[in-house]
């Protein structure tokens, strides 16, 4: 059976919600899934499912603060920004992934 996106993702969400802030600055939900789905050339989806529980659970922790503001649209949204805690966090999932990938590229290229 075929993973989908989402199975793979589930993963790295944390990571890649820090990196989208820590890049673009302060952003709604919605952006957000936008920033992720443009980065990967549309091979990533964020849906919402797994977007604003991880969020929630980021605020929790520390690694981001929501605020309510205006979208473009004029609409009201919950906008979150990462801090001091989400950018450690950042750096470690950052050197988390690049062991991981170093890992697999060495199983797939193992004779």
């Known amino acids: 059976m075929?993973?989908?996106?989402?199975?793979?993702l589930q993963g790295t969400i944390d990571l890649l919600v820090l990196r989208?802030?820590?890049?673009?600055?302060?952003?709604?939900?919605?952006?957000?899934?936008?920033?992720?789905?443009?980065?990967?050339?549309?091979l990533l989806r964020v849906e919402e499912g797994s977007l604003y529980p991880a969020l929630h659970r980021m605020?929790?922790?520390?690694?981001?603060r929501g605020r309510w503001g205006t979208t473009e649209k004029n609409r009201q949204a919950r906008f979150y920004?990462?801090?001091?805690?989400g950018r450690r966090q950042l750096e470690q999932e950052q050197e988390s992934w690049g062991r991981l990938t170093d890992g697999v590229n060495r199983v797939l290229r193992f004779a």
Do not use: C, F, P
């Open 59 to 64: 605020e929790q922790a520390g690694w981001v």
């Open 20 to 42: 989208s802030l820590d890049v673009r600055g302060a952003l709604h939900g919605y952006a957000i899934t936008q920033h992720i789905q443009r980065g990967s050339a549309d």
């Open 81 to 85: 920004a990462i801090t001091a805690a």
């Open 2 to 8: 075929a993973r989908s996106k989402n199975d793979v």
